[in-house]
């Protein structure tokens, strides 16, 4: 089991930047391709990045490509989204989680696939 801790969230500008912070607890954090979604209010929870884990493979929704990147510190037992060029439509309380199976070959991206879901943090973008 991997317990999930985000941090980094705040208030930017558009067109700003943010870095948020996921920390895990328990032994087996690099069994485990590791996620962020985000979720706006009145809408369903989203997919944004998701990892590998040894870091080597990266996938990102549409939208955010070439806006987020998305890091992993195994030693440190952390994961990382660097958000830039930021839009009023990237507000929402970003999650991370991890893959529900361990040693999944595939990079998988879609919600139900994720659990240890973190208590989110909140990104608000201003116009």
């Known amino acids: 089991q991997v317990q999930l801790v985000e941090s980094g969230g705040g208030l930017v500008q558009a067109g700003g930047s943010l870095r948020l912070s996921c920390a895990a607890s328990?032994?087996?954090?690099?069994?485990?391709?590791m996620g962020w979604f985000r979720q706006a209010p009145g809408k369903e929870r989203e997919f944004v990045a998701a990892?590998?884990?040894?870091?080597?493979?990266?996938s990102y929704r549409d939208s955010v490509n070439g806006r987020f990147t998305i890091s992993r510190d195994n030693a440190k037992k952390t994961v990382s989204l660097q958000m830039s060029s930021l839009k009023p439509e990237d507000t929402a309380v970003y999650y991370c989680a991890s893959d529900t199976e361990p040693f999944n070959i595939r990079l998988v991206t879609t919600v139900s696939q994720y659990g240890n879901w973190g208590q989110g943090t909140q990104v608000t973008v201003s116009s």
């Open positions: 990892i590998s884990r040894s870091g080597g493979r990266t």
């Open positions: 328990g032994r087996t954090f690099t069994n485990y391709a």
